[in-house]
């Protein structure tokens, strides 16, 4: 009898690494290029050079997390790959690294920005809420694509072995 | 050609004469202690609870399966 065919380890590797890499994203555009906030800078502002040094430890700490995040998710990848009861279909693969950012910017806009203010997303400005809103929503769109994309990726059942890899 | 040597020369000698690069070596230890505060644990777990909450959802929807076919067989004992 044939074994049916799985399709979430592709999504877990996928959600998995697309949260580890728009954590990453998030780190490099808006803390380090843009410099909108830091991991505490709502807890401590990085007004003197001892603050900013400090944020940057914090923001070190959370880069170290979601590097942890994006190599658990290749190695799960990896296991997908070699099994022969896995859809390989990289619509499945995208919509789940799309789910995985969307969910990291859901979990860590409603935990970090609204819950506990360790941040916000634009700290240099009175009115803090809307920047938070905006976060919010783009990582509910990207949830919403990624969850289209899984679904379309439902018609793709062949396994990988079958490309002959 | 000399004067170009000889102010090549005096110029490097005035670089590498100059005051060491150096990061902040004064408020390094105000920032160890910022950085080390009676927060230290509690920051940390706050930092990282977003990451284990999706590390967990990762996690579970690759065991998804395998929780499911547990879950909905009939137990030995039954």
């Known amino acids: 009898m044939t074994e049916p065919l799985h399709r979430t380890p592709l999504i877990a590797a996928g959600l998995l690494m697309g949260a580890g890499l728009g954590g990453f994203l998030d780190g490099i555009v808006l803390h380090q290029i843009l410099q909108w906030h830091n991991m505490l800078s709502n807890q401590l502002p990085p007004n003197t050079l001892v603050a900013a040094k400090v944020n940057m430890y914090w923001d070190g700490v959370f880069h170290a997390a979601v590097w942890v995040l994006t190599a658990i998710g290749l190695r799960v990848l990896w296991a997908a790959s070699r099994r022969p009861d896995v859809a390989w279909s990289g619509r499945t693969l995208v919509g789940g690294l799309l789910l995985g950012w969307g969910l990291f910017n859901v979990v860590e806009g409603l935990i970090d920005h609204t819950l506990l203010g360790l941040h916000h997303v634009y700290e240099y400005t009175e009115d803090k809420l809307p920047w938070d809103m905006a976060f919010l929503a783009f990582g509910a769109l990207l949830l919403l694509a990624g969850w289209g994309l899984i679904r379309a990726g439902r018609r793709d059942v062949t396994p990988r072995t079958a490309y002959g890899a | ?78």
């Open chain 2, 1 to 78: 050609m000399m004067k170009l040597v000889v102010a090549t020369w005096l110029t490097s000698l005035l670089l590498l004469t100059g005051p060491d690069a150096w990061a902040c070596r004064v408020c390094r230890p105000r920032v160890q202690a910022g950085i080390h505060t009676a927060d230290y644990t509690a920051n940390l777990l706050l930092l990282l609870l977003p990451v284990a909450v999706v590390l967990l959802v990762g996690v579970g929807v690759f065991f998804a399966p395998a929780l499911k076919a547990r879950l909905t067989s009939p137990s030995a004992h039954d």
